[in-house]
């Protein structure tokens, strides 16, 4: 139940293209979904986060969108730009017992070319 | 200040040393973090301290020993370590335990011979 399955593992995208990177959770009790974006040699950097409550939260060229009843999200770069290569995890945590821990995604490695 | 400064930024070590890795945040965060993360994968939470407390411990190997001697500050003590302990140690810390913000520092590079 602590599972947040994130697919696809690798995407390449094109200059200017959208990067799509989608994730499901299986625990209702997560209510916390933050993405964060990670560089070699780096630390992850908290990137975009939403709750349960809203749909869609767009910070500049990245969307999260919210399907609660499908317990599934998905992280939008729209116009991906080659500084936008990272790893990217999808995670999520709730407030009580084993969901107040943050669960991390497998992770996405994007690949932004010219 | 926005940083979590973690030393050193690599390291090498034989089986038999002892050896120490550092975090520091001046962020005023009560809670703080060590997390294990191997090459294309995620990080996976080794321990957790609240207000200097020790509150979690993921089942973690007794060879690595945190230490959380002020609010600011974060050791992980690391003592006959194994070939399969090498990874990326990184140090985050939050607000609060109940905080979801989690700042990430940039990691120690841990090569274990």
């Known amino acids: ?114 | 200040d926005t940083e979590v400064t973690q030393t050193p930024k690599h390291l090498v070590m034989g089986m038999t040393n002892k050896k120490s890795l550092k975090c520091e945040q001046h962020m005023g965060h009560r809670a703080m973090y060590w997390y294990k993360q191997k090459a294309k994968k995620p990080p996976e939470l080794m321990f957790v301290y609240s207000y200097e407390k020790l509150s979690i411990n993921e089942s973690v190997p007794s060879r690595f020993s945190p230490e959380c001697p002020n609010s600011s500050l974060l050791n992980l003590h690391l003592h006959a370590l194994q070939p399969e302990d090498s990874a990326l140690y990184l140090c985050a810390s939050s607000q609060a335990w109940t905080n979801e913000k989690l700042f990430f520092g940039s990691g120690t590079q841990l090569s274990v011979l």
Not at chain 1, 85 to 90: K, L
């Open chain 1, 1 to 114: 139940q602590q599972q947040v399955k994130q697919s696809p593992q690798s995407l390449i995208v094109q200059k200017g293209g959208i990067s799509i990177i989608n994730c499901a959770y299986e625990n209702t009790a997560f209510d916390y979904f933050p993405w964060y974006q990670q560089f070699p040699g780096k630390g992850p950097a908290l990137l975009i986060a939403i709750r349960p409550d809203v749909s869609e939260k767009k910070e500049g060229r990245f969307t999260i969108s919210f399907n609660k009843s499908a317990k599934q999200f998905s992280l939008h770069i729209m116009d991906s730009q080659p500084g936008d290569s990272a790893t990217y995890f999808c995670a999520a945590r709730g407030n009580t017992g084993t969901a107040s821990k943050l669960t991390f995604g497998t992770g996405t490695r994007l690949q932004v070319t010219l």
